[in-house]
């Protein structure tokens, strides 16, 4: 079967790319709502500052950065008339733009790859109203070609686990008690837990101490089983209660959050079996 027909497609480098790759949560979304207007008005403050880059959500793996740049991207699209254009930052950047040069139809999809990319480059530098997201920034020369080819008046957005020199940091911080608990039952969807399910669950918001990656792990799991009970979660949870070793590469923080997430990833595997 061949590829699906362009008959009729509107090629122009004037269409307005949104390539955001995740679903937003919209009313669903626990605990960073207030986050949104910061990173609005930080965005605007950094327009007006030479000095400033963009915005970096910045923080420990599991908080949700990703999540709320997802929300930020949905909720203020309109104020983009240049379109949204999200790329990873640790992946390779030219074939994602080569890639969104066709998903926006920028051009037709036969063209060669060089073209794509040309095009792609072009339209990133010549198109104002723009905001770019960079998920997952690690080393900030890995988009610096990019930052330097983009109009003045775009928004640049990233995501990272490190400090990101001249960008102003929205940190992102665990769920408090009451947050982490509405996201678990949310996620469960068991909103009307009472008496000593309500109890295990508020065990296990402790025990996961608001990290939100794990509060959703477990209450995905727990959606899938409706059988298996708050108290019952909760036991397999405190079984791991010495905190598996991990790898190196996980130990990067001192609050051990990252073995949370690793407890409720062997808890779910042991669920699914």
């Known amino acids: 079967e061949g590829p699906p027909s362009t008959r009729g497609a509107q090629f122009s480098v004037q269409n307005r790319p949104f390539n955001v790759p995740f679903a937003p949560k919209g009313n669903q979304m626990v605990g960073e709502k207030d986050v949104l207007q910061q990173v609005r008005n930080k965005l605007a403050a950094s327009k007006r500052s030479p000095a400033r880059r963009g915005v970096a ?13 997802v929300e930020y991207a949905h909720v203020y699209k309109d104020q983009y008339p240049g379109g949204v254009i999200w790329l990873f930052a640790d992946q390779d950047l030219d074939s994602q733009l080569t890639q969104l040069a066709t998903d926006a139809r920028w051009l037709a999809p036969e063209s060669d790859a060089a073209t794509k990319l040309d095009v792609a480059r072009q339209r990133l530098r010549s198109h104002a109203g723009c905001l770019f997201i960079f998920d997952n920034l690690e ?78 792990l477990a209450g995905a799991y727990l959606r899938q089983r409706p059988e298996i009970s708050f108290q019952t979660y909760l036991a397999l949870l405190l079984e791991e209660g010495l905190r598996p070793a991990l790898p190196g590469k996980f130990l990067v923080s001192a609050t051990a959050h990252e073995a949370d997430l690793f407890r409720t990833l062997r808890i779910s595997e042991r669920l699914l079996i």
């Open 57 to 69: 959500l910045q923080g420990i793996g599991g908080l949700g950065k990703t999540q709320t740049a």
């Open 139 to 216: 080393d900030p020369r890995a988009i610096e070609a990019y930052l330097s080819a983009a109009p003045r008046d775009a928004d640049v957005l990233v995501t990272s686990q490190l400090e990101q020199p001249g960008f102003e940091s929205v940190p992102l911080d665990l769920l408090p008690p009451l947050q982490s608990l509405t996201l678990l039952l949310q996620e469960a969807d068991r909103l009307a837990t009472t008496g000593p399910e309500l109890e295990a669950a508020s065990k296990i918001v402790k025990e996961l101490d608001g990290l939100p990656l794990a509060l959703e």
